[in-house]
């Protein structure tokens, strides 16, 4: 069972980027499709970015596209979401998600219900 540990939230001014970091423990972390979430406040949480366990695909919900990048260090069992051009409407706790992926390496779950394995959140605001 894989244990995710998110870092790397804060409070940073709007147009300014942030870099969240998921460390996995426990498990073989290259055959885990990685997704991130967040929950903003009075909206239900909502998709952000998902990568495959290859890494060779992924997937944004569109207000983040061209803004947010997610990557993975298969090596390092860490997955990255860069956040650049950030706005107000960008805070949230962003969690960090896994799901087990056994026979697709190019899958992308985009739906929390796929995935099996939660963060505890990080809080990123940013302000006006």
């Known amino acids: 069972q894989v244990q995710l540990v998110e870092s790397g939230g804060g409070l940073v001014q709007a147009g300014g980027s942030l870099r969240l970091s998921c460390a996995a423990s426990r498990g073989t972390f290259n055959i885990y499709a990685m997704g991130w979430f967040r929950h903003r406040p009075g909206k239900e949480r909502e998709f952000v970015a998902a990568?495959?366990?290859?890494?060779?695909?992924?997937s944004y919900t569109d207000s983040v596209k061209g803004r947010f990048t997610i990557t993975r260090d298969n090596a390092k069992k860490t997955v990255y979401l860069q956040m650049n051009s950030l706005k107000p409407e960008d805070t949230a706790v962003y969690y960090c998600?896994?799901?087990?992926?056994?026979?697709?390496?190019?899958?992308?779950?985009?739906?929390?219900?796929?995935?099996?394995?939660w963060g505890q959140g990080t809080q990123v605001t940013v302000s006006s």
């Open positions: 998600t896994a799901r087990r992926q056994v026979f697709s390496v190019s899958y992308v779950p985009v739906e929390d219900h796929e995935y099996e394995y």
């Open positions: 990568i495959s366990r290859s890494g060779g695909s992924t």
